[in-house]
């Protein structure tokens, strides 16, 4: 009977590992040839680095005008979770799907053709005026995203050179700069201007598009180049193994993007019920905390790289508990103190978890990739139309008190097998 990794197991034409021919590789440095194994292809993991920012900004728009959004329209906590249900959902959906199918059968223009969906998501929503219509615009861009993540993350894992957490990290702090931008630039174009303003953003999309059009024809290059691939590397681990590994990850998903879900969703809210701040500085305070995100989400790729993904991913999660324990208890100064430290420690274990993962199950990159950026948004949309609903019927000040012991979950990072002495 075979294994879990002998059934996920790539054939030939779909491992991981390849020979380049050294024409190629010299060539690869410039970013206009395809690598070696060997060859950190720098332009490129920058370029879908540089989009994941325009990417994530994007995103991070619709949370950020939730406020006025929910002004405007008269909707509940509850309709303002639904928003983020909806967008997290079919960016969560179809990434899996998305991966599996393009790790045998190649799509490089499925980056730019995705972007397609997030334009014509940003163009609808500066101009719809009802609640459905409002879902619809999510939906698009839900569907811009779960094209581009686990496409993105393949090229950055095909041009790293072998330097996987470094690539991948790269690849995350993109996206979580643009997230930490996406609602100071709301706040600055959007909020005062009002809904209209946001065809602006429709600017960031086409320049990713165009971006997008030439990572891709790196891509087919580099495709092309490497010949035949040899067999993905074994990891010497049982079904049992690879089953309970896989497991405990998502659980670590689970507690990680449930409370990163009540920050970026709802802190704005928070901050307004408890200290009476305006829209426009608890944004400010939001950009903060995602700030710190982005920086801490640099760090843990390399680390990973040098101590082990295993002891990264255990302290950025169980690491945080006394900090969520204390947040709901503390005054203005340290509210904006302890989010900016969750922020650093807890957003180092997600590019550890993708290229753990992707260890886990050699020669499926495009399906982990998927599985993991899409558990991550569909736990986020689950937990955000949740948390909603407990806001409104017991205050948006009881979501961190319950929130605070999801770090706690961290301690089950204990069952992960140490797979860099494998």
């Known amino acids: 009977m075979s294994t879990l990794s002998d059934r996920l197991q790539p054939g030939a034409a779909d491992a991981a590992a390849s020979t380049t021919p050294p024409a190629a590789t010299a060539a690869a440095s410039s970013g206009n040839a395809p690598a070696s194994a060997s060859t950190l292809v720098l332009p490129i993991v920058g370029a879908v680095a540089f989009v994941h920012l325009l990417n994530d900004l994007i995103q991070a728009t619709l949370p950020a005008i939730y406020p006025m959004l929910k002004d405007q329209f008269g909707l509940s ?73 686990p496409e993105a993350s393949r090229v950055a894992r095909m041009a790293s050179g072998g330097r996987f957490g470094l690539a991948q990290s790269c690849f995350q702090v993109g996206g979580n700069t643009g997230s930490a931008f996406g609602p100071l630039l709301a706040a600055a174009i959007i909020i005062p201007r009002g809904q209209g303003a946001i065809g602006w953003f429709t600017l960031f999309a086409m320049l990713a598009i165009t971006v997008l059009f030439r990572v891709s024809g790196w891509t ?94 255990w302290v950025s999660i169980l690491g945080v508990a006394p900090l969520t324990l204390l947040l709901p208890h503390a005054n ?84 992960l097998p140490n797979l860099e002495r494998r």
């Open 77 to 149: 906590f509850t309709q303002v979770g639904l928003i983020s249900l909806v967008y997290q959902c079919t960016a969560s959906l179809l990434q899996p799907w998305i991966g599996l199918y393009t790790d045998k059968h190649p799509k490089p223009y499925l980056l730019p053709i995705g972007m397609f969906f997030t334009l014509a998501g940003l163009a609808l929503l500066a101009v719809v005026h009802s609640f459905p219509l409002l879902l619809g615009a999510a939906a698009l861009i839900g569907i811009g995203s779960s094209t581009f993540h």
């Open 332 to 415: 203005l100064f340290w509210t904006a103190v302890l989010t900016v430290m969750i922020g650093l420690v807890m957003s180092s274990a997600f590019s550890a978890i993708v290229v753990y993962a992707q260890e886990l199950v050699p020669g499926r990159v495009g399906l982990i990739a998927g599985l993991m950026f899409g558990l991550m948004f569909g736990v986020s949309g689950i937990a955000a139309a949740g948390l909603g609903q407990v806001a409104d019927h017991y205050g948006i000040r009881q979501v961190y008190a319950l929130c605070a012991y999801l770090p706690l979950l961290g301690i089950i990072t204990a069952l």
């Open 220 to 313: 087919v290059r580099h495709q092309a180049a490497r010949g035949h691939k040899g067999a993905a590397k074994a990891n010497g681990l049982s079904n049992r193994q690879v089953v309970l590994a896989l497991a405990v990850l998502a659980l670590l998903v689970f507690s990680k993007f449930i409370y990163m879900a009540s920050l970026s969703t709802y802190y704005t809210f928070y901050l307004i019920d408890k200290f009476q701040l305006s829209v426009q500085a608890a944004q400010l305070y939001l950009f903060l905390f995602l700030a710190a995100v982005a920086v801490g989400t640099f760090a843990g790729g390399p680390l990973g790289d040098r101590i082990g993904r295993k002891y990264v991913i």
